[in-house]
């Protein structure tokens, strides 16, 4: 994970935000509650309550106050494993979406309650694969760069596995034609006014550490 501005603009961009930075997919999460220990998680949290996103957040104290005073909904995510059809093992990491799910819960509208919809951090699902694209020194560009940071609007989770390739495939390749830079699905608006969306970007492999290094004041301002 990098940064993509300098320490004042995010800290800045965080502290008169007044909202945290949190996404959510209520379609592909809530069709895949199945695959889950569903006796462990009830009655404490039901398929409508089980939405997904990226564990790269920032939250506002108000919210981060909820999450600390919970004692009840993160003991049902520690004991919920997925079951692997093929293999016959299971993987634990329901967790991972623990805290969209409890201020789901919680707070219900999430846009009169602060939350902005989309993360802080930038990552490629293109690939739709568990995890998401490895930047390497072979796929990674100035051009890559610019575009993550230039984004104003975003891909709400719930598209990203459909609409994510067809929008972003430019990103690496400035030959290819253009298209939308992202979907006009949302805005990133933050204190009233149209911002950059992400403040970080993943998953860069050390490969890419120096051609980081070498263009950090060109690229990031620092």
């Known amino acids: 994970c990098i940064p993509l501005w300098p320490f004042d603009y995010i800290h800045d961009y965080i502290a008169t935000a007044h909202v945290s930075l949190l996404d959510a997919d209520y379609d592909r999460y809530g069709e895949a509650f199945h695959h889950y220990e569903r006796h462990i998680f009830y009655p404490d949290i039901k398929r409508e309550h089980y939405v997904g996103g990226s564990q790269w957040f920032v939250l506002q104290r108000r919210h981060a106050r909820i999450v600390l005073q919970d ?23 329901a967790d991972e979406h623990y805290v969209q799910i409890l201020l789901h819960i919680l707070l219900h509208t999430w846009d009169r309650a602060g939350i902005s919809g989309f993360s802080s951090t ?101």
């Open 122 to 222: 930038f990552a490629d699902w293109s690939e739709a694969d568990w995890h998401p694209k490895l930047f390497t020194a072979d796929n990674i560009t100035a051009h890559t760069i610019r575009t993550i940071k230039a984004a104003k609007h975003f891909v709400p989770y719930k598209s990203f596995w459909k609409d994510f390739k067809s929008n972003f495939s430019h990103i690496v390749d400035p030959s290819l034609p253009q298209p939308p830079l992202i979907t006009s699905n949302g805005f990133c608006v933050v204190g009233g006014q149209l911002r950059n969306c992400f403040l970080f970007a993943r998953k860069f492999d050390v490969s890419n550490l120096d051609f980081l290094m070498h263009n950090s004041r060109t690229l990031f301002g620092f």
């Open 71 to 93: 004692t009840t909904h993160y003991r049902r995510h520690k004991a919920s494993c997925a079951f692997r059809m093929r293999t016959g093992s299971r993987f634990c990491c």
